[in-house]
């Protein structure tokens, strides 16, 4: 695997050394439009890979999401891993134009359901800011208000900082 980095942080990429690694958990995958139980990985699914140390992030516990849909084809390959930042580790909250693992819940059929998915958190002038899909497929061009409707709770709860991707 080979570290695409698509780091953004006031328009510089962090410098990332080649040589120090770090291994992280992949905990779950991200798929937009498949509402499941859960998508978070049992212990005896998740696995270790190795990525180079974020500077930005020294003392956080990282993990990763794997992507099974187009849904930020644009931004990550479909099949791609995720580095993630859990949402209380990142100072000032959610910002504007940045990519974020999104959980969604809602109750169907006397049950709960989650969709776990990755959109960018636009403002666009004139409307409320809404998480929205960076894909090139139409059924995945979707967009969810910033507070949820209805009876689903959206929120995001982890910042994208970068990817994997195997070559």
């Given amino acids: 695997m080979s570290l695409a980095n698509s780091m953004r942080s006031n328009g510089s990429t962090p410098v990332m050394t080649p040589h120090p690694e770090e291994r992280i958990l992949v905990r779950a995958a991200a798929c937009s439009n498949q509402w499941q139980k ?17 500077p930005r992030y ?3 516990e990282r993990y990763a999401v794997e992507l099974f849909c187009p849904d930020m084809n644009l931004r990550y390959p479909e099949g791609s891993l995720l580095l993630c930042v859990p ?4 100072n000032g909250g959610i910002e504007v134009d940045q990519p974020y693992l999104i959980e969604s819940r809602r109750r169907h059929a006397g049950g709960n359901e989650t969709e776990l998915s ?7 002038s004139g409307s409320w800011p809404c998480f929205v899909s960076e894909s090139s497929d139409p059924d995945h061009q ?3 208000p910033l507070f949820g409707t209805g009876g689903d709770r959206i929120r995001p ?3 994208v900082t970068g990817f994997l ?3």
């Avoid at 859960?38 to 974020?54: E, I, K, L, S, T």
């Avoid at 949402?87 to 990142?90: K, N, P, Q, S």
């Fill in 165 to 167: 991707q195997t070559e």
């Fill in 142 to 144: 979707t967009s969810l």
């Fill in 157 to 159: 709860i982890a910042l």
């Fill in 38 to 54: 859960g998508f978070w990985y049992g212990a005896d699914q998740r696995y270790a890979v190795r990525v180079p140390p974020d």
């Fill in 118 to 124: 990755v959109k960018t958190l636009i403002a666009e």
């Fill in 58 to 60: 020294p003392d956080t």
């Fill in 87 to 90: 949402l209380d580790a990142v």
